[in-house]
């Protein structure tokens, strides 16, 4: 019998990172420099390892091989295989990250050995004041002088700075430019991808006193020169249950990201299609099911089962939550019922980008 999934995070020292996942969390930490917590991951790269329950012990991979669609939903078996499309992180910035680019999914399999693209979202966890981060480049930045001031290690006039404050939210689609600044923490939603094009670093050393690798060919390929992508933190779209309130605010092809902020409970069903990821920013609560019950708090991450069936999310937090979507039926369909218009559903980032994808 499968029940709600809890891992042991994966950590990852980075030049950039610190120790605010520990201080926000109470997390222990085992250095001062740990920028990435991977805490929902199948990937070579790192893969979650189970912490609760009778399958503790087990990694997201044997799962896989073992229940298939019964874990993952028969929509994404059919679709993805065995091949777990979500990556989930916590990221800490004490320094700011390298400007970097993801590419495409149809570039990545060209020139990354068929992996995956990468595109993104940013949930902020916190930011101290008058943090600020690099989305996107500014308004008619050409190819050309953004690589002549590349070379010159002058890039910062043609990056669009904005400030963020905790529980922004943007998205990041492949071929915007971008980096998380210092005193910020986020929760990502992403592809399951770790390909990362390495812009610009800043004109720092890595630890060993070099610059740290630049892959500025691959990425002058993909950079979005053309400004078709959002500049802007996402508003969402809020729907009220109960007492709770539940906000949309990405549905793109590879993954739906909603904030769920609960007072009491809200109700959630797994109904064999797909799992979900569902990971605590703010309070703690608890996942009550038919089998049982499993409490949380801020900083846990949980992988829902597609089979799980009927389950509630119950306590005073705020949650995260994350699936590959069917655009009709879990976004289109339910928010037109509660009366609003297809006009209105489009500040929902990327819902209908399928269109020009299909």
Request: charged share 25%; net charge negative; hydrophobic share 35%.
């Amino acid at each position: 019998m499968l029940y709600p999934l809890m891992f042991q995070p994966i950590l990852k020292e980075k030049i950039w990172g610190g120790k605010a996942i520990q201080k926000k969390f109470g997390r222990s930490l085992p250095s001062d420099k740990i920028g990435e917590s991977w805490d929902v991951a199948c990937h070579k790269n790192g893969t979650s390892v189970v912490a609760n329950g009778s399958l503790k012990g087990k990694t997201l991979e044997q799962l896989i091989d073992s229940y298939s669609s019964t874990l993952l939903g028969h929509q994404i078996y059919k679709r993805y295989s065995n091949k777990f499309p979500l990556l989930i992180k916590i990221l800490d910035a004490n320094q700011y990250l390298s400007v970097q680019v993801h590419p495409s999914d149809a570039y990545a399999a060209l020139h990354e050995d068929g992996q995956m693209g990468k595109t993104e979202m940013w949930y902020i966890i916190h930011a101290e004041p008058g943090a600020r981060l690099i989305y996107g480049v500014l308004p008619d930045t050409t190819k050309s002088d953004f690589e002549n001031a590349l070379r010159k290690g002058q890039l910062e006039k043609y990056l669009n700075s904005i400030e963020v404050n905790s529980g922004d939210v943007l998205y990041i689609p492949a071929g915007v430019v971008h980096a998380i600044g210092p005193g910020i923490m986020i929760c990502e939603i992403q592809q399951n991808s770790d390909t990362t094009y390495r812009v610009y670093d800043w004109n720092r050393l890595g630890d060993d006193g070099k610059p740290r690798e630049l892959h500025i060919d691959k990425a002058l390929d993909v950079i979005d020169f053309t400004g078709k992508h959002p500049r802007e933190k996402l508003s969402g779209l809020s729907v009220n249950e109960d007492g709770s309130i539940r906000t949309h605010y990405v549905a793109c092809p590879h993954f739906a990201m909603e904030k769920i902020e609960c007072r009491g409970a809200v109700k959630e069903i797994a109904d064999g299609s797909k799992f979900f990821t569902l990971t605590a920013v703010e309070g703690h609560g608890e996942l009550e099911y038919a089998e049982g019950k499993q409490a949380f708090k801020a900083g846990d991450s949980m992988l829902i089962p597609a089979c799980l069936g009927e389950y509630y999310i119950k306590g005073n937090c705020t949650v995260i939550k994350a699936y590959v979507p069917d655009r009709e039926k879990d976004i289109i369909e339910p928010l037109t019922a509660k009366g609003y218009t297809l006009e209105q559903l489009k500040i929902i980032a990327g819902l209908f980008e399928q269109e020009a994808q299909n």
